[in-house]
């Protein structure tokens, strides 16, 4: 590798793209102390973070294929893995038939977040329409659907353990699905 390959792994995109990472850990930590408010702000600061360093890699010709790696690495960690733990630990789950239905089914969330995270990194995108749209939803939405799941939990609004089961699968099933989604 040669020094200004290095030296490109740190521009600012890059490095807003590190502190989504960085988010992403620090949100996972303060759900295992079931800090879950601090931890959503945490989460929510990721995607700040996440939106900030597309726009700025573009605005300063910053896009590399060690950036569009990187940004799906932080995109599953903060926004596949993350919001997991959090439904997860934050859904209180009474018995161990509940937990491990949930667990299946947010082990099928993350799978399918990485799949799709695998699959838009191979897809050669042209400069043309699906510059404009994404195909599914992206990961980033889909940890907010968890988010606005697990606040209708904690208020009372969907307490059923089998239809949040069934939510949870269809958020992980449209992540690669052909919805089209616009590109903010």
């Known amino acids: 590798m040669k020094i200004t390959d290095a030296a490109n792994h740190f521009n600012i995109a890059n490095i807003i793209t590190f502190a989504n990472i960085t988010c992403g850990l620090v949100a996972l930590y303060l759900v295992t102390q079931s800090a879950f408010f601090t931890a959503s702000i945490v989460a929510w600061c990721a995607g700040m973070l996440d939106i900030a360093d597309g726009k700025v890699a573009r605005r300063f010709n910053l896009s590399s294929e060690f950036g569009i790696?990187?940004?799906?690495?932080?995109?599953?960690?903060?926004?596949?893995?993350?919001?997991?733990?959090?439904?997860?630990?934050?859904?209180?789950?009474?018995?161990?038939?509940?937990?491990?239905?949930?667990?299946?089914?947010?082990?099928?969330?993350?799978?399918?977040?990485?799949?799709?995270?695998v699959n838009f990194n191979l897809k050669a995108v042209s400069k043309t329409e699906l510059d404009r749209y994404f195909d599914g939803v992206p990961t980033p939405l889909g940890a907010i659907l968890l988010w606005v799941l697990w606040l209708s939990f904690m208020g009372g609004l969907i307490t059923n353990i089998w239809l949040i089961a069934l939510i949870i699968l269809l958020v992980a099933l449209s992540l690669n699905s052909h919805i089209k989604i616009r590109h903010p």
């Open 69 to 117: 790696q990187l940004d799906s690495f932080a995109d599953f960690l903060s926004f596949v893995i993350m919001p997991a733990f959090f439904l997860f630990f934050g859904l209180s789950l009474e018995t161990q038939g509940e937990k491990l239905l949930i667990g299946i089914i947010l082990i099928w969330y993350v799978i399918s977040g990485l799949r799709r995270l």
